[in-house]
């Protein structure tokens, strides 16, 4: 054997390299899971749980409405009657200001009248023959009277307005599903209706009531 050859550097063998490597990717593989976060959907990390849902917000909000309006809503005719000997007190005393105007809970029993795509006129004993009622059945719901009725409910908890318009919808929607799913609206006229609810004073001789809770004798 010459000098040259037995000065000659070993290499490595394969198997070394193998168990190498092997050791590399288990040293990645530990650092990935210890900085891995298991989230749980709806937990505390959830981004998901931080949208906004509509729907969860109006099944929450619309009970706490109607306890509200409930405890609060004026006999229309009384309500009437002050409304026109003093416009700016009666509003003091049992409006919640906001939008395009102060938001009124009121409460009635009447007779049906004609109605149109929901929207029935109610004959109410004591109020001012100059004074139309109106109570909105659905299918449509227009309007944020309910989600301003209490004053509780502002922009500045949503994101945007985006989010306020919609959660006026989902508790319009949460009240259909909670007050008026049992009620026929097409077999309405003629019959006696006792309302609770609220609307908003536009126009004073022209009430369009969005009810909290109503009943059909």
Do not use: C
């Amino acid at each position: 054997m010459t000098l040259q050859a037995e000065r000659a550097p070993r290499r490595p063998t394969r198997s070394r390299g193998v168990v190498i490597g092997t050791v590399v990717a288990l040293v990645v593989v530990a650092a990935m899971a210890y900085d891995t976060r298991i989230v749980t959907i709806g937990g505390e990390h959830d981004v998901q749980a931080e949208v906004f849902s509509p729907a969860t917000f109006g099944a929450k909000a619309f009970p706490e409405i109607r306890s509200s309006v409930e405890s609060r809503a004026v006999d229309a005719a009384q309500l009437a009657a002050e409304l026109g000997a003093d416009k700016a007190a009666a509003t003091q005393k049992y409006g919640i200001s906001g939008g395009t105007g102060p938001v009124f809970p009121v409460k009635f029993t009447g007779t049906v009248g004609e109605g149109k795509s929901g929207l029935y006129k109610i004959a109410v004993a004591g109020m001012p023959p100059e004074t139309t009622v109106r109570v909105q059945t659905g299918p449509a719901i227009n309007g944020t009277d309910l989600r301003d009725a209490t004053g509780t409910i502002a922009f500045g908890q949503f994101k945007n307005q985006i989010e306020y318009q919609n959660a006026g919808a989902a508790i319009n929607d949460q009240m259909k599903k909670d007050v008026l799913a049992g009620i026929d609206n097409a077999a309405l006229t003629g019959k006696t209706v006792t309302i609770t609810g609220v609307f908003r004073l536009i126009n004073p001789k022209n009430w369009l009531v969005t009810p909290v809770a109503m009943s059909v004798q």
